[in-house]
């Protein structure tokens, strides 16, 4: 398995940015789709974003497409979360995982993850 952590979280106000990162090790970065998922206290696990192996396939949310970006640099073997216009309800744990890649069918569902990285808090104030 690869394994994940990341950082770059923290407290921002609302219409604030973050950009949160996730170092890779272990396998070989380049042979795992890549996803950037959230959980609130007292909700599911829910999908952000997803990127392909060399990035030629993204996938957003709705609730965050237009404000989130996604990248992954597999020379550093480091994804990237950027948030900008941050909302309350943005206000989750994040976690990056890795999926050994098959298809991008199930990209957005976690179950299909192979790693986890531990997760970094983000609360973005009202």
């Known amino acids: 398995q690869v394994q994940l952590v990341e950082s770059g979280g923290g407290l921002v106000q609302t219409g604030g940015s973050l950009r949160l990162s996730c170092v890779a090790s272990?396998?070989?970065?380049?042979?795992?789709?890549m996803g950037w998922f959230r959980q609130a206290p007292g909700k599911e696990r829910e999908f952000v974003t997803a990127?392909?192996?060399?990035?030629?396939?993204?996938s957003y949310s709705d609730s965050v497409k237009g404000r989130f970006t996604i990248s992954r640099d597999n020379a550093k073997k480091i994804i990237y979360l950027q948030m900008n216009s941050l909302k309350p309800e943005d206000t989750a744990v994040y976690y990056c995982?890795?999926?050994?890649?098959?298809?991008?069918?199930?990209?957005?569902?976690?179950?299909?993850?192979?790693?986890w990285g531990q997760g970094t808090q983000v609360t973005v104030s009202s």
């Open positions: 990127i392909s192996l060399s990035g030629g396939a993204i």
């Open positions: 272990g396998r070989a970065f380049s042979s795992y789709a």
């Open positions: 995982a890795a999926k050994d890649y098959r298809s991008w069918a199930g990209i957005s569902a976690p179950e299909n993850y192979d790693s």
